[in-house]
């Protein structure tokens, strides 16, 4: 193991851990030598990924928690805490968002969005903060924003996915701006498209792939593992002066 990037000994939470990329980003932080705990609403589908990591030769436990709600939150994190005594790695992954036209959009659609994205966020974080990494003076937050959290896009209607995102992006700045003397440091990624059990039959298109050509540098959407690497950066003890900032790993989307 590259010393650089060890993880060992330390507990790392991912919400919205159930799939798709929560459950790459968990199985990352395993591999690195991490203790992990994944959120998520489905206790059922926790169990199973909680026992995927666990063959990854760590400790992993799935705990429930819906991030809208502030008594769900304060829950998931006691039972963290009671299992492990430390939170050291906390990567906000839990998303949603509605996708229409935004003169169509319904004040309900607009509100869950935000909620889960950004308001989630800013709740899993408080807590997490708060009874863990505040008094160890210790901390490693990843927000996952997206790509449209820096950029708009004519592809897709998503202002309210769009808007969370971006304050997602801010909301990383400030809480760095605020953390940094209890020695947290507070990043994002902003993902370009990746394939997740909702995206993948799109991306596999001919139509997709070939729109993807005209629009990405690279031209094609990420594949497993290349989110891998930004994120244990980000939670190594190694990246203690990265703070405030969001790495765009989206094949240069946002670079034209």
Known sequence: MNDLFNLQGQVAVVSGASSGIGVQMAKAYA?????????????????????????????????????????????????????????????????????????????????????????????????????????QKYGRIINTASMFGLVGTM?????????????????????????????????????????????IDLLETEEYKAYTKTVVPIGRSGVDGELDSTVVYLASPSSGYVTGQSIAVDGGYTCI
Request: overall charge negative; charged content about 25%.
């Open 31 to 135: 591999r690195y030598g991490a203790n992990v705990v994944v959120t998520g609403r489905r206790q059922e589908r926790l169990n199973q990924v909680a026992d995927e990591i666990k063959e990854l030769g760590v400790d992993c436990i799935g705990v429930v928690c819906d991030v809208t709600d502030t008594e769900s939150v304060e829950k998931c994190v006691a039972e963290i805490m009671d299992h492990f005594g430390r939170i050291d790695i906390l990567h906000n992954n839990a998303g949603y968002g509605a996708t229409k036209e935004a003169e169509l959009l319904s004040d309900d659609e607009w509100n869950k969005t935000v909620d889960v994205d950004l308001t989630g966020t800013f709740k899993m974080s408080r807590e997490v903060a708060k009874k863990a990494m505040i008094p």
């Open 155 to 199: 592809a897709t209607p998503t202002s309210p996915y769009a808007a969370a995102k971006g304050g997602v992006v801010n909301l990383t700045r400030q809480l760095a701006a605020e953390w940094a003397k209890y020695n947290i440091t507070v990043n994002a990624i902003c993902p370009g498209t990746f394939p997740t059990e909702l995206t």
